[in-house]
């Protein structure tokens, strides 16, 4: 199957392209954009044996996936970096030591 198909699921509009990919690993993958969605993907290559309902099934599961993902809040980082300086000592107190 080496043609493009569109579908509609979950109240979104799916348009799916077999396209050459000249960047490594180039190949032909399956991209697809999505209404709503400014942003293009091509998560897997095609394969002989795709049909289209098996190729729907695996862009609906990465998609939700990447929605899922994008719902979680964000993780903490934590900064490392070098200490800071001490502080220094008051002059009052360093006289009495």
């Known amino acids: 199957m080496k043609q493009g198909f569109t579908f509609d699921h979950d109240g979104r509009t799916y348009e799916c392209t077999v396209e050459r990919r000249t960047a490594a690993p180039a190949g032909w ?11 293009r993907y091509a998560p897997f290559e ?4 795709d049909k289209e309902a098996s190729v729907k099934a695996r862009i609906i599961a990465y998609y939700e996936n990447l929605l899922e993902v994008r719902a ?4 903490p980082r ?8 001490p502080k220094s ?9």
């Open 29 to 39: 993958w399956w991209w697809f954009a999505v209404s709503r969605d400014q942003q």
């Open 78 to 85: 934590h900064h490392f970096s070098r200490p800071g300086r």
């Open 89 to 97: 000592v008051p002059a009052a107190d360093a006289a009495e030591l």
């Open 72 to 75: 979680r809040p964000p993780e």
């Open 46 to 49: 095609m394969a002989d044996g």
